[in-house]
């Protein structure tokens, strides 16, 4: 069919949807229709958020779809069956028209133009991708749920700053209290950013809020313990697909931030922010979340040969690029976790330095049951510096990969104990023993995802870099000698940077996931490589060489990264 038919199939429905179809309302977390009912009619989104929902494989329903202004829904029932396949439940506050079935049905008798209109609307759902919900949405709700926080000045604040990202960002508040459906959707079709802001002591505007967005965001201070009815009823939906985020204002000189667990408890949240007092460099970074011009950084493993990282977060840092967003795999997880922690380059070399370079974390060699190290060096070195943060305690999102040989599939650490999660990523079978996590037994990441960036692109909808040592050429035939050789090796204290089958063991961890490497790298929007060839997989005393590496790494690559600058 040509493109004249296909506006002519267009204008015929849109026609008798004007003549014939009555205007419905459903109010946000309403059905339209549940899985197994039989059509009723034909259906068109006039304004709101229709989602499409099917039961999930670990329970419960899932979204698969979620439908815009225009689409046209039950073509696939009508074509079909005549049942409903999926639950089709509003989003937010929706306007339609209802076609009734038999007048549905005799239109599709008579007019080709409208049957193959309808026919391809209904192949179009069948061709829906499963959205990331995570991602930015063009209305945002924020809403108080203390006393001490003024949702309106949080959001007209950051309504400022994506304006200066170039964003049309308009904010409202009580004063959309009486806007319809129809009204809504003009003013997002007007403006790029959508804030609705309500207070604590308008829980009626809160719920109407709920109904109209597309995340809920709950403001409150880090000392204010979350309150059983802090999501309003009416965002259910919302908060049944986890499209929820927590911002906790941390007092000024907090040193790190603190209270989030009992917030991810009692909270449906997908992610969970940490903004100073008053810093408005914390607001900026929200303000590019929001806005979709976040930045987030994956780095991998890969033994001594990380320490690269740290001079590629020294040159992000010259380039102006900011980190909002940080994941990683061993080694690389532990820079990623420093970055998280607000550490600057000093603090940064000063306790890397202190960890690894001036003795060998893998000293405590051990009779081989499990490893060949007991892992008590580790894991006193993970506690001095990391102390007993949480993740969730971190002034950036941060998330680390591990391997759960119990089930055999990648384990995400989002939450919990810092140090544990990082021990459990660091843990190479046979050189650190494995960590038990609630009955899974946990090792190094690379098994499975060395460079773990979908922790991070699922969480914003900015830009991805990923530093990659995994791409350095493997063993070299230097790395399976005794330097020195024979008992001259025991004697000078070289054994205690371990064997040299603790290099043939790091880089058997990462060769069988180097094909599947190609897809996970093709997702990022700039992948950095250092040239660590020269530094061994387990050469500790390297850090200044590698460190150098990644700094001109990611200098190369400055022309590709002028847009991420602030």
Request: charged share 20%; net charge neutral.
């Amino acid at each position: 069919m040509d493109r004249s038919q296909d506006a002519g199939g267009k204008e015929a429905l849109s026609r008798y949807f004007g003549r014939f179809a009555p205007r419905i309302n459903l109010r946000g977390g309403e059905a339209l229709a549940r899985i197994g009912q039989p059509i009723s009619g034909l259906y068109r989104l006039e304004a709101g958020r229709i989602a499409e929902l099917k039961p999930s494989t670990s329970g419960g329903s899932q979204i698969v779809a979620i439908h815009r202004p225009g689409v046209v829904l039950g073509g696939l029932e009508a074509l079909g069956d005549g049942v409903h396949q999926s639950d089709l439940v509003a989003l937010r506050d929706s306007e339609l028209r209802a076609l009734p079935i038999r007048k549905a049905e005799a239109l599709l008798r008579r007019d080709t133009h409208v049957l193959a209109e309808v026919a391809r609307a209904a192949l179009r759902r069948l061709g829906a991708q499963q959205p990331d919900l995570r991602r930015r949405g063009s209305i945002i709700g924020f809403v108080a749920v203390c006393e001490s926080v003024a949702a309106r000045q949080l959001a007209e604040d950051l309504a400022a700053r994506t304006r200066k990202l170039g964003l049309r960002t308009v904010v409202l508040g009580m004063e959309a209290a009486a806007f319809g459906a129809a009204e809504i959707s003009r003013l997002e079709e007007a403006n790029d950013l959508v804030f609705m802001a309500a207070e604590i002591d308008q829980p009626e505007f809160a719920a109407f809020c709920s109904r109209q967005i597309d995340r809920l965001v709950l403001v409150s201070t880090a000392t204010t313990p979350p309150s059983p009815d802090m999501i309003p009823r009416a965002a259910a939906a919302i908060a049944a697909n986890r499209l929820v985020d927590v911002i906790l204002i941390q007092p000024s000189t907090a040193p790190r931030p603190s209270g989030s667990e009992v917030w991810l408890t009692a909270a449906p949240a997908s992610r969970l922010f940490h903004v100073r007092q008053g810093d408005w460099a914390d607001l900026d970074r929200l303000a590019r979340i929001y806005a979709g011009r976040s930045v987030g950084l994956v780095l991998s493993g890969g033994g001594a040969r990380a320490y690269a990282h740290v001079g590629v977060v020294k040159a992000l840092r010259e380039l102006k690029v900011p980190i909002d967003f940080l994941a990683g795999n061993s080694m690389g997880a532990i820079v990623a976790a420093g970055v998280a922690m607000g550490w600057d380059d000093e603090e940064m070399n000063m306790r890397l330095r202190d960890a690894f370079v001036a003795s060998s974390p893998l000293s405590d060699i051990a009779f081989p049951l499990l490893a060949l190290t007991r892992g008590r060096h580790v894991e006193a070195r993970l506690e001095r510096h990391f102390d007993d943060v949480q993740i969730s305690d971190l002034w950036r999102p941060f998330a680390c990969v591990s391997t759960d040989l119990t089930e055999g599939r990648p384990h995400h650490h989002r939450r919990g104990l810092l140090r544990a999660a990082l021990r459990a990523s660091l843990s190479l079978p046979g050189i650190l023993p494995p960590v038990v996590e609630n009955g899974h037994v946990l090792v190094d990441g690379a098994m499975v995802d060395n460079l773990p960036v979908g922790l991070v692109i699922g969480q914003h909808d900015g830009w991805t870099l990923g530093s990659d040592v995994g791409e350095a050429q493997g063993l070299r035939p230097a790395d399976l000698t005794l330097r020195p050789s024979g008992w001259a090796w025991l004697a000078s204290g070289a054994w205690r940077h371990g064997p040299p089958i603790v290099s043939v063991l790091i880089r058997a961890a990462t060769v069988g996931t180097e094909v599947a490497m190609a897809a996970t790298r093709a997702a990022l929007d700039v992948t950095i490589v250092p040239a660590v060839d020269q530094v061994g997989l387990q050469d500790w005393k390297a850090y200044d060489p590698a460190v150098d590496a990644g700094y001109r790494a990611t200098m190369s690559r400055a022309p590709d990264m002028a847009a991420m600058a602030v």
